[in-house]
């Protein structure tokens, strides 16, 4: 039988350990993408069972546990690199966003039942999230989007996310509303709170309308549950009226 993402965690976070550490020009890079590649196919793999972890001649929980290192790792390169190696990151998590299974996304690599250390890679980001930089800020946010699964529940997450709703600056709006969106998906009482806060953004006339089109999407994002769905559909209706328009 072909060895599964669960058998091959070991040797992965080790290449991945020696890629990150390589003077090699590029190896780094090449790294971060292959690591990014892998996760994805771990994601759409079923959690092991007895039976497939005796196969591998694997101890229970093993492939958690290398997974864990795995994304600290990638943490501490998010928090300790440049911005291209933030951004390499960053793309490699936006990827298995984008092409996550929804049916298996509940039980996905990134799922926070299989995330021991999340409050650890969201402390990581954190710091990152606290710098003067921008650019970096905006990354920090659409990270923290991308591991919804766990981020969801931090009181302080959510506040970063909200408050950067207003802030000034486009490129972060823009990361604040993707970031939103993801955790709309799975959480209604946050859902509720950015609808509002997408109403004032869409009635005021200071609103940039580069935002407004990356605040269009985040409408999208309302179905955790029927009724904030159609609540959501009813907005955008009356905003579509000519009254507000």
Not at 24 to 49: C, D, H, N, Y
Not at 81 to 93: E, S, W
Not at 100 to 110: P, S
Not at 197 to 222: C, D, R
Request: glycine share 4%.
């Amino acid at each position: 039988m072909e060895r599964n993402a669960a058998a091959c965690a070991m040797d992965w976070s080790i290449e991945l350990e020696k890629g990150l550490r390589s003077k090699k020009p590029g190896q780094v890079f090449e790294a971060i993408s292959q690591i990014g590649r892998r996760l994805e196919q771990w994601s759409r793999e079923p959690e092991p069972t007895m039976p497939v972890y005796s196969m591998f001649n694997l101890f229970p929980g093993e492939d958690r546990l290398f997974a864990n290192t795995i994304l600290l790792r990638l943490a501490d390169s998010f928090v300790k690199g440049d911005k291209h190696v933030r951004l390499a990151v960053v793309k490699i998590f936006l990827s298995e966003w984008r092409h996550r299974n929804k049916k298996m996304w509940q039980h996905g690599i990134l799922t926070k039942n299989r995330v021991n250390n999340h409050l650890e890679l969201l402390h990581r980001v954190k710091l990152v999230y606290s710098s003067a930089d921008v650019e970096s800020r905006a990354l920090s946010l659409i990270l923290l989007g991308c591991w919804a699964h766990f981020s969801k529940d931090s009181a302080e997450i959510r506040y970063m996310i909200l408050s950067t709703l207003v802030s000034s600056d486009v490129l972060e709006v823009k990361a604040s509303l993707f970031a939103a969106g993801c955790l709309c998906e799975l959480c209604t009482d946050f859902a509720n709170v950015v609808l509002e806060m997408l109403v004032n953004m869409f009635t005021s006339s200071e609103t940039p309308v580069v935002v407004k089109l990356a605040g269009a999407k985040a409408f999208g994002k309302m179905g955790s549950s029927s009724l904030l769905a159609n609540k959501a559909y009813r907005v955008v209706y009356l905003l579509s009226l000519p009254t507000f328009i």
